[in-house]
C-alpha cells in the first residue's frame, strides 16, 4: 500500500549470475552460478564440484533443497555443454578475428 512505501526506501540486490570459464578452449570448461543477496554470496554451483553449496544459514538451507531435486540438478550440470560450449563456438570466430 501507498502509505508504507517511504517504509521501504532501502535498497536491495538480489542477483543470479552465472559464468563460463574456458581454459584451454573446449578442452577444460567451468560453470559457476552464483546467488547473491545484497552484496553476500549466499551459494553456488560449480560444475567441477557437481553440486549446489550454501554459504550462509539461508544459502545452505536452499543447496539441500535444491541438491534434493534432481532435474534442476542435471540441468545445471549439463550447462556446461549446453551453454559454455555452444557459446564458445559461436563466440570464438568473432572474437578471434578482433
Known sequence: PPELW???????LNMQKAECRFINS????????RYIYNRQQNMMFDSDVG????????GEGFARYVNS???TLEYVRTAVDT????????????LTER
Request: glycine residues 6%.
Open 83 to 94: 551453454i559454455c560450449r555452444v557459446s564458445y563456438e559461436v563466440c570464438t570466430p568473432f
Open 51 to 58: 553440486h549446489f553449496v550454501g554459504f550462509t544459514r539461508y
Open 26 to 33: 573446449t578442452e577444460k570448461m567451468r560453470y559457476i552460478q
Open 6 to 12: 517511504p517504509a521501504l526506501t532501502g535498497v536491495f
Open 69 to 71: 531435486v534432481p532435474a
